[in-house]
Nanobody, 124 residues
Framework: VQLVESGGGVVQAGGSLRLSCAAS????????MGWYRQALGKQRELVAI????????NYSDSVKGRFTISRDNAKNTVYLQMNSLKPEDTADYLC??????????????????WGQGTLVTVSS
């Protein structure tokens, strides 16, 4: 299973961006998809995560009310709508997915994968 992110870029403070992350490969089921970010010199932190089956998303306190995570199960894609961006939101944003994939000989196995990241830069 592979994840490909898109949508990063440079935006002024107060602006908006929408990130996308699409999963491909032998996906049987995705249980949860989430967005994390890592700023230069800082540890990776959870931004938002959304479970399968219509479960309630969870957000970090720093983005509540400004970011919205959503997913399209038919497309195995998760989105992150980011509004009212601040300079402190500048980071590499990485997508994560966990679930079940089809392995060889018809068997199944769990997976946990990361995307390559997409850079978001918010200028003041």
């Amino acid at each position: 299973v592979q994840l490909v992110e898109s949508g990063g870029g440079v935006v002024q403070a107060g602006g908006s961006l929408r990130l996308s992350c699409a999963a491909s490969g032998s996906v049987l089921r995705i249980d949860a998809m989430g967005w994390y970010r890592q700023a230069l010199g800082k540890q990776r932190e959870l931004v938002a995560i959304i479970p399968s089956g219509g479960g309630r998303p969870n957000y970090s306190d720093s983005v509540k009310g400004r970011f919205t995570i959503s997913r399209d199960n038919a497309k195995n894609t998760v989105y992150l709508q980011m509004n009212s961006l601040k300079p402190e939101d500048t980071a590499d944003y990485l997508c994560n997915a966990v679930g079940i994939e089809i392995a060889t000989a018809g068997s199944h196995r769990t997976f946990g994968v990361w995307g390559q990241g997409t850079l978001v830069t918010v200028s003041s």
